[in-house]
């Protein structure tokens, strides 16, 4: 695939080629932008800013509603992409792609909704004679970043609203998994003005920085790990800034806990995409006096995860992202197993796959619960009462979604209190998200929310106009 720069696709002599995790196959090649491309890029939105400030909110819905037309004819193809590029399971992969179209109308309709305020000048002694109000302008250009593991949905949680709110977009997305969001974004390309989206592929250092550092990008909208997002809000100077960075989810659950659905919670949270979801469950926090009954119920479900081949319908889990990732995993899971945590079910490697792994007996203090684990692994780290629950969910520098299983209002309204979390649910796992909530962590999972009405509002500024 190429990039897409003012409306033409742009390729280069050098190439990175895209492999599918499951049988290492170069499925196509991406071209290796550089920083010039970048600055081509950056200077066609800059350009493209004109056109879409001037378009009515009427004709860019209709717009949107346009592509999403396109890209609902292309939902099996860019599937199919999805998990060739990824190895996540065609099923999960369609869900994606469904909650992408969504995520778009959604961004559609709200394009037509954004509203200033009337002030009420007159509460102030010097703005007896006064009228005011506040209408909401674009920024201007917006670097998207976007990570490998939701190529598509998190790329369109960050365009479909620059492009709601009247912006033009830089889009980067994942080296690693560049091809369906590429697809997406030519489509886009098609339907809109010249420069009003622009993608460009390459190593992410180079073009990250550029982009960051750029004076004519007025917005970065960032989703990915810790490290690249704190690098990022070093050096973007005075631009706006949205983090959707890493998450260590804990999942709490007590001994009044409807113990099925707790386990039924834990392996949906635990495995899906093979565990490389930011909002994954990443430690179960067991009470004593029911853990070994919610464990050996965990074991017996997790055993029956169905690993293969990502487009095989049946399949539940495929493999990482890649080998290096599986490693990580394994050294992770190894490090715990030789500091005293203990191995029920899985645990291990072959190539890019891990298999589904739980681990009782894990502390609070180890790597494996202390840094986000992008892998298919339930830590179970068993306490006595729900004051050490909330000790333990808060002890990482995360503090994305949290979830508890428990049938008594109280606790969970103590949770709900005491959690340092951006999302809390009540019994439900963590790994759960719909495309209009308010959505973005605490702490080091970043700052700022995405879901779209919020996304909308975080990509517009506000002009205040008085009328003396
Ligand atoms: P990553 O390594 O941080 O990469 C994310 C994006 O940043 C990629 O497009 C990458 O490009 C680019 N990048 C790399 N260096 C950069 C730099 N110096 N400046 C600007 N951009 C740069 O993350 P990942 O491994 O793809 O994704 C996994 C992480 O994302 C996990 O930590 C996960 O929890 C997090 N995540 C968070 C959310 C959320 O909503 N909170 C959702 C999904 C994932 P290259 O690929 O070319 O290096």
Redesign the pocket.
């Known amino acids: 695939m190429k990039m897409l720069i003012e409306g033409k696709l742009i390729d280069k002599n050098e190439k990175i080629a895209v492999e599918n995790p499951f049988n290492n196959e170069i499925i196509d090649y991406v071209p290796s932008g550089d920083a010039e491309d970048v600055k081509k890029a950056i200077s066609a939105a800059a350009k493209a800013t004109k056109s879409m400030k001037e378009m009515s909110s009427r004709k860019l819905s209709r717009i949107m509603y346009d592509i999403h037309q396109e890209l609902k004819e292309k939902h099996q193809e860019i599937s199919k992409l999805i998990s060739r590029e990824t190895g996540k399971p065609i099923r999960d992969s369609m869900v994606e792609m469904d909650r992408s179209l969504q995520t778009l109308l959604m961004a559609a309709e709200e394009s037509k909704r954004i509203y200033g305020e009337t002030i009420p000048m007159d509460a102030a002694i010097a703005g007896r004679t006064a009228f005011g109000f506040t209408i909401k302008i674009p920024l201007g250009v917006v670097a998207a ?6 190529p598509v949905n ?1 790329a369109i949680h960050k365009i479909a609203p620059a492009l709601a709110a009247k912006n033009t977009v830089v889009f ?5 998994a560049p091809l369906a969001a590429l697809k997406m974004a030519e489509i886009m390309g098609r339907h809109l003005p010249d420069g009003a989206v622009n993608a460009i592929t ?4 180079v ?3 550029q ?2 550092t750029s004076d004519q990008v007025n917005k970065v909208s ?7 997002g704190l ?2 809000a070093r050096k973007a100077g005075m631009k706006k800034l949205t983090l ?4 260590n989810d804990p999942l709490i659950v007590l001994d009044d806990a409807d113990i099925d659905a707790a386990v039924m919670g834990a392996v949906g949270g635990s495995y899906l995409n093979a565990g490389q979801v ?1 909002i994954g469950v990443k430690r179960l926090i067991v009470q004593e006096s029911v853990a070994d009954e919610f464990i050996e119920q965990l074991v017996s479900r997790t055993q029956k995860v169905k690993t293969g081949d990502p487009l095989d319908p049946e399949t539940d889990m495929g493999p990482l992202i890649d080998e290096k990732a599986a490693l990580n995993v394994e050294q992770s899971v190894n490090d715990a197993i030789q500091k005293g945590a203990q191995l029920l079910c899985g645990g291990k490697r072959e190539g890019a796959f891990f298999q589904p792994t739980v681990l009782d007996q894990v502390e609070v203090d180890m790597e494996l619960v202390q840094r ?1 684990t ?1 892998g298919p692994v339930s830590p179970v780290i068993r306490v006595e009462n729900l004051d050490e629950a909330i000790k333990a969910a808060n002890s990482t520098p995360y503090g ?1 979604q949290a979830g508890v299983f428990t049938q008594n209002i109280a606790n969970a309204k103590k949770v709900v209190r005491e959690i340092e979390a951006g999302s809390v649910l009540i019994n439900k796992q963590p790994t759960f998200r719909t495309d209009n909530m308010p ?1 973005g ?1 605490f702490k080091m ?2 700052m700022g929310k ?1 879901g779209v009405k919020y996304a909308v509002e975080d990509m517009t500024r506000t002009k205040m106009v008085v009328i003396g």
């Open positions: 970043i976007s990570p490998f593991n939701y998190l980067k997305p994942s080296t690693k390459g190593p992410g250092g073009l990250g920085d982009l960051v960032f989703t990915g790990s810790v490290a690249t690098s990022i959707e960075l890493g998450g930011c986000e992008f994305l959505f962590g999972s970043g995405e």
